[in-house]
């Protein structure tokens, strides 16, 4: 069974930074392209990054390009999202996705995902 859990959410202020992890466990991690998203409230969930199995290829959405790092420990089974220089429009619930297809600027999700994680920014 395929299972992924996340960790590492929480409150933050403006300018701040949170490192979120998300640990895989059911099949062999290190053959799964792995992303993350994110969804505010209101609104659709979105795409975050994406790392490629093996972790030579990222791909990010703008809004977060230059801010966040997507990584993986595949000796771990963890993919990581380091957040820097957070702001408000950051605030959302954060999920972990595995096995999807990484795209030339995306990434098409499975149907593996993880509880979700809240991230707060406060002004």
């Known amino acids: 069974q395929v299972q992924l859990v996340e960790s590492g959410g929480g409150l933050v202020q403006a300018g701040g930074s949170l490192r979120l992890s998300c640990a895989a466990s059911?099949?062999?991690?290190?053959?799964?392209?792995m992303g993350w998203f994110r969804q505010a409230p209101g609104k659709e969930r979105e795409f975050v990054a994406a790392i490629n199995w093996s972790g030579n290829r990222r791909v990010y959405a703008d809004s977060v390009k230059g801010r966040f790092t997507i990584s993986r420990d595949n000796a771990k089974n963890t993919v990581y999202l380091q957040m820097n220089s957070l702001t408000p429009a950051d605030t959302a619930v954060y999920y972990c996705?595995?096995?999807?297809?990484?795209?030339?600027?995306?990434?098409?999700?499975?149907?593996?995902w993880g509880q979700g994680n809240q991230v707060t920014v406060s002004s």
């Open positions: 059911g099949r062999t991690f290190s053959s799964d392209a």
């Open positions: 996705n595995r096995g999807g297809t990484p795209l030339f600027t995306s990434y098409e999700p499975s149907s593996y």
